[in-house]
């Protein structure tokens, strides 16, 4: 078993940054490729970002491209998202994941979940 807690939400003005962190305990996440999903109020959970195990390789999807980054540092059982010009849309609470898979990463078909922390961005 893996849990994952993240920290790091809040709330922001638009044009902000925040840095989310999710730690991992139970196990090393060095085997697993891991994911930030998020999910905001009437809608469905959606993929965000995820890296596989050496973090060499990440994937963003379209509407975080060259805002955010996911990375990763084993040694600390941790899993980072650095969002930056943020906007209102991105307001929701983001959730990481972990998963044994290495491809179909923005599936949420993840094994382990976090509870999530809460981002809202203000206009």
């Known amino acids: 078993q893996v849990q994952l807690v993240e920290s790091g939400g809040g709330l922001v003005q638009a044009g902000g940054s925040l840095r989310l962190s999710c730690t991992a305990s139970g196990r090393t996440i060095v085997f697993y490729t891991m994911g930030w999903f998020r999910q905001a109020p009437g809608k469905e959970r959606g993929f965000v970002a995820a890296?596989?195990?050496?973090?060499?390789?990440?994937y963003n999807a379209d509407s975080v491209k060259g805002r955010f980054t996911i990375s990763r540092d084993n040694a600390k059982n941790t899993v980072y998202l650095q969002m930056n010009n943020l906007k209102p849309e991105d307001t929701a609470v983001y959730y990481c994941?972990?998963?044994?898979?290495?491809?179909?990463?923005?599936?949420?078909?993840?094994?382990?979940w976090g509870q999530g922390t809460q981002v809202t961005v203000s206009s």
């Open positions: 890296t596989t195990w050496s973090g060499e390789t990440t």
């Open positions: 994941a972990a998963t044994r898979r290495t491809s179909n990463l923005d599936n949420n078909e993840y094994d382990f």
